[in-house]
């Protein structure tokens, strides 16, 4: 396998969820003690506010104090905080990453606008607008059907060879034609699957892990990036199928749609209590019933794994 300089390192990032009281205000001192425990299992390249994260529903006061909150707590040698700006706007898009930049932030995930399809010129214009705007910073890209418009390998080609700071992609499809598109056309960006799509990733040449199971199962999650480093392909695929097969019997009783962070918080309120699951308005996380269902497979089945 021919090895291809990536422009950015090979990494395992951890998304930090965002604990809401029963009033809808953050709570503060678990939202601190949350960060503080992925620094604690390791992880470097941390980020928030992707759709997990409900970066889509902040207003601009309480991003602005979620974002000083997490910045006093990573941006410090060895940590590689990320945030995550999702908006309409695009004036609000580069106010918010001016203000995150003045906090010492330099990484950040971005999505196309979603309130109509871009194309090919409006989707350079997007890139142009937000990158060159802060040349010492980097840039990630959240490739999402939300936004509508799915950036294929030639679209990255294209956009990669305008904007040096692009340095990655973040994928959350099960959708392994895209999976291998991108590794086929833009192998030197940084991509990062989810615990689906990362063993078939790693057949193809470096990419990265966006993990969903850090808090769950930290132990496992380590194994699984490790194998990815060393293209250990039978572990990757035995911890794939295993990691599937729990998140199917988790949630086999959830038959309505949920956003993503129903979900992700669920997995950190699984193994602290005090982690409310709540979603913000309008969005509905599970109800106390199905949360319920959900600790009881966990502690029936699952909470002996690492």
Not at 257 to 266: L, N
Request: glycine content about 6%; overall charge negative; hydrophobic content about 40%.
């Amino acid at each position: 396998m021919t090895t291809i300089k990536t422009r950015f390192p090979q990494s395992n990032l951890a998304a930090c969820m965002l604990p809401w009281t029963p009033e809808f205000k953050l709570d503060v001192p678990v939202f601190q003690r949350h960060v503080q425990q992925t620094i604690d299992l390791g992880y470097k390249n941390i980020y928030l506010m992707g759709t997990a994260g409900e970066g889509y529903a902040l207003s601009d006061a309480r991003f602005q104090e979620i974002v000083e909150l997490f910045a006093a707590q990573t941006v410090r040698d060895g940590l590689n905080p990320q945030i995550g700006v999702i908006s309409l706007c695009l004036e609000q898009i580069v106010d918010r990453l001016r203000f995150c930049h003045d906090l010492g932030i330099r990484m950040f995930q971005i999505s196309l606008p979603s309130w109509g399809v871009l194309d090919d010129s409006e989707v350079m214009l997007f890139f142009k607008t937000v990158c060159e705007t802060f040349p010492d910073c980097q840039f990630l890209h959240y490739n999402l059907p939300r936004t509508k418009r799915i950036l294929q390998g030639a679209d990255y080609r294209r956009i990669m060879d305008e904007i040096p700071n692009l340095v990655a992609t973040k994928n959350s499809s099960h959708d392994y034609a895209r999976t291998a598109d991108l590794m086929t056309h833009v192998p030197d960006l940084q991509h990062f699957f989810l615990e689906g799509n990362f063993a078939m990733g790693c057949t193809m040449g470096e990419c990265s892990l966006l993990c969903s199971y850090d808090a769950l199962f930290p132990k496992t999650t380590w194994q699984f990036f490790e194998a990815g480093v060393k293209t250990d392909l039978p572990e990757l695929f035995r911890i794939t199928k295993l990691l599937y097969d729990i998140e199917n019997k988790l949630f086999a009783h959830c038959s309505r749609e949920m956003i993503d962070g129903s979900f992700d918080k669920t997995f950190l309120w699984l193994v602290d209590h005090h982690f409310s699951n709540r979603m913000l308005p309008p969005y509905l996380g599970l109800s106390a019933e199905e949360s319920g269902v959900c600790r009881e497979i966990f502690e029936t089945e699952f909470k002996d794994i690492e």
